[in-house]
């Protein structure tokens, strides 16, 4: 049974950062591209940004690009999202996924974290 942890939502201002953190067992880090989606009410869930499981390439949404940056840590089997420069556009319930596509920038599998709670708001 394929587990993602999540941690490090909350609420920032504007141009503020954050990092997220998406922690698995070995495993299924060495499987699977890591992907970060978001969503808020009423809309569909939707991609952010992404890494490969050898952490050569990633992917991002246009909307943060230059803003997020996805990287993975091997030794802990977690990976991460820094988000800098946080907009009140960015707020959103953020989940990472395990397995998504990073060229057509979707989720490919129904492994997901719990989600976390991010809130840009001055």
């Known amino acids: 049974q394929v587990k993602l942890v999540e941690s490090g939502g909350g609420m920032v201002r504007p141009g503020e950062s954050l990092r997220l953190s998406c922690a698995t067992d070995a495993f299924t880090f060495s499987r699977y591209n890591t992907g970060w989606f978001r969503q808020t009410p009423g809309k569909e869930r939707e991609f952010v940004a992404g890494?490969?499981?050898?952490?050569?390439?990633?992917a991002y949404a246009d909307s943060v690009k230059g803003r997020f940056t996805a990287s993975r840590d091997n030794a802990k089997n977690t990976a991460y999202l820094q988000m800098n420069n946080l907009e009140p556009e960015d707020t959103a319930v953020y989940y990472c996924n395990a397995g998504p596509n990073l060229i057509l920038k979707m989720a490919t599998t129904n492994y997901w974290g719990q989600g976390t709670q991010v809130t840009v708001s001055s």
């Open positions: 890494i490969s499981v050898g952490g050569d390439r990633t």
